[in-house]
């Protein structure tokens, strides 16, 4: 069975300060991919980033990196220089099953204070 | 513009009574998915579709439908709502040819009375 686990309910950052929200997945699938979603209170899911299970590089867009630990089955999300902006729920989500089911964690709740 | 849209954005009907909420995707995506949002459960995904005529269940199927006559249509039919389906619904679409982001839909409040 497919699983992603978000340990944190909730985190708070200080703006400008950077931030890690945590993620573990399991799954016995050797091709599979992990996806980090942004959900704003307006309720509109935002993808953030992608890591392939073979990407041998972390993934990173703009002030978004993806710590990559394939051994420790970990796909932690790393926000550097918090804004305001960023204060959202934040899902991590497995692709697997031949890229086709798509397992969502409970999420995180962020908070960045001024 | 690339996107997703989903009809209607907000439902409230009874108990019993047919529905579809209609999911359409402009990007010729091949990957199309239905997923519900609980308080405290995250996303779960109900169906999927890899392409035309090719859907699969999935975490949370039952008391749904959905076809994929079109690729850019993948409607989810309730044939008889029951008030444990009232959740906020979202459709989905991706390809593999850009890195599997997936696109989402604004989503669909549905209340069940």
Not at chain 2, 84 to 95: G, K, M, P, W
């Amino acid at each position: 069975a497919q699983k992603i686990t978000q340990t944190q309910p909730g985190m708070f950052v200080q703006e400008k300060e950077a931030v890690t929200l945590d993620c573990t997945y399991d799954t016995s699938d050797q091709s599979y991919g992990l996806f980090w979603y942004k959900q704003p209170s307006s309720g509109e899911m935002i993808f953030l980033i992608y890591q392939g299970s073979y990407d041998e590089q972390n993934a990173t867009e703009g002030r978004y990196s993806l710590n990559f630990q394939k051994a420790r089955k970990s796909a932690n999300l790393v926000i550097s220089a918090s804004q305001l902006v960023d204060s959202a729920m934040y899902f991590c989500a497995l692709l697997s099953g031949g890229y086709q089911k798509v397992t969502f964690g409970i999420g995180t709740k962020l908070q960045v204070i001024p | 513009e690339a996107q997703v849209t989903q009809n209607p954005r907000y439902l409230i009907t009874v108990t019993g009574k047919k529905l579809t909420v209609t999911c359409s995707q402009n990007m010729n995506h091949e990957y199309m998915s239905w997923y519900r949002q609980d308080p405290g459960l995250g996303l779960r995904q109900i169906y999927y579709s890899m392409n035309v005529e090719v859907t699969d269940k999935g975490d949370v199927p039952e008391g749904y439908k959905v076809s994929r006559k079109e690729k850019r249509n993948f409607p989810l039919i309730l044939e008889s709502p029951s008030p444990n389906q009232t959740s906020l619904y979202f459709c989905a679409s991706r390809t593999r040819r850009e890195g599997n982001e997936q696109f989402f839909g604004p989503g669909t409040r549905l209340t069940v009375l």
